[in-house]
């Protein structure tokens, strides 16, 4: 096939019609690649689960099993980079001459991959002039742990990989007075972000518990899909 017969098959399945499209592009990598509508992040569940299964109870066990502080999840995080920040013990709240015995510590989990658009099969008039949406999709366990137990943070960077074009930040209040043990959805899309986006900047953090034993906030299904966005209007206005 040739490379004029793999651009016209891509800009038929994807309804590309008036986009971008230079002859100058390696038609056959393009198309092999499947820059659009697939999941770009690598490794998006490293704790093997599905948010179509609840995530599983925290194990009770009627002995506490005591031994040293953890502060992070076992899990496969090929693809991501990670970091671990041990907060301070939260004395707050406690009155003045009360003794505690044990307060639990706490700790943010970060995870973090950089995308570059660019390696992925997407190229510079696609993202500069039809600016295809961006869409921004992961799921959190409802642990319980505390109010503040997730903080997603995305970036659309420049082509230094530290200019900013656009940005997303979520930062959710729990209601720990109800029990509920569930995924909870976060998701946005990028749109009209203007040019220059080369890289996209997907960073999370979760928070995790220890006190006697190991509690962790665990999170699967995390995605950054490209798609177009099909409108009359761009083909009218090519």
Partial sequence: M????????FEAEWSLIGAPMPDSL??????????LG????RNPAPFGLSKDTPPPEPELHDVPIRGPPRFQPDGDYTGWTTSTEVLP?????????????ELPR??????????????EGLWEEMLDEFQPEIVIQDWYEE?????FIYQLHVKLLGADKSTVISEHTVN???DCSIYSHTWKEVSHVFSSY??????????????????????PTLFTGSSVIVRPVKTSSWAESC
């Avoid at 390696?26 to 820059?35: F, I, L, M, R």
């Avoid at 697939?38 to 992040?41: E, S």
């Avoid at 706490?106 to 390696?119: P, T």
């Avoid at 203007?194 to 509690?215: A, C, D, I, T």
Wanted: charged letters at 25%; aromatic letters at 16%.
């Fill in 2 to 9: 040739s490379a004029a017969e793999f651009r016209k098959k």
């Fill in 26 to 35: 390696d038609w056959k990598s393009v198309y092999e690649a499947k820059p």
């Fill in 38 to 41: 697939r999941n770009l992040l």
């Fill in 89 to 101: 013990y939260d004395s707050s709240g406690i009155p003045p001459g009360v003794v505690i015995c």
């Fill in 106 to 119: 706490y700790s943010w989990f970060s995870m973090e991959q950089v995308v570059d658009l660019k390696a």
């Fill in 143 to 147: 642990s319980q742990l505390h109010e």
């Fill in 172 to 174: 959710p209040t729990e």
């Fill in 194 to 215: 203007g040019p220059g986006v080369r890289y996209v900047q997907f960073l999370h953090r979760l928070k995790n518990s220890f006190m006697v034993e190991f509690f």
